[in-house]
């Protein structure tokens, strides 16, 4: 999960960069870590196991944003990976299916940081994929 290349008040993920296909790496800041821990044990789980997976096994990338609820406002332009993670967990941090039509989102700003993660609902002709996501993107990166 975490890397041995650590930033001071960040910890560094592998993922998938979305212009090469490659490996890069993407933070997450101890605050948002340990505010997140604190909503509950499920939350934490989320995490520490799906965003790691959602940003190393993408069903899709996306770039640019249409709807205004999921950007970062401090640094705006990011990518929305998106997955399908084999389980869930629930508030006590056990695991649990996944949520049916639902894949898992993580959103990176241009300086490479995770700052919002969650489940939503998924479209309709692809379950792989965000509901109405040609609306809410401006591409597709993978």
Known sequence: MASDSETPGRVSL????PQTGKDTEVLISHRRMHTVARR???HAKECGLLVPYTLQQPTAIFEGLRKDEDEDRRIPGWYCYCAKPACSFDENGEEQPPYPNEVFLVFVNRDK????????????NDDRLPENYEERFERRAL
């Open 14 to 17: 592998s993922a998938i960069d």
């Open 40 to 42: 509950s044990l499920g």
């Open 113 to 124: 940081v995770a700052y919002n993660w969650r489940w939503a609902r998924a479209d309709k």
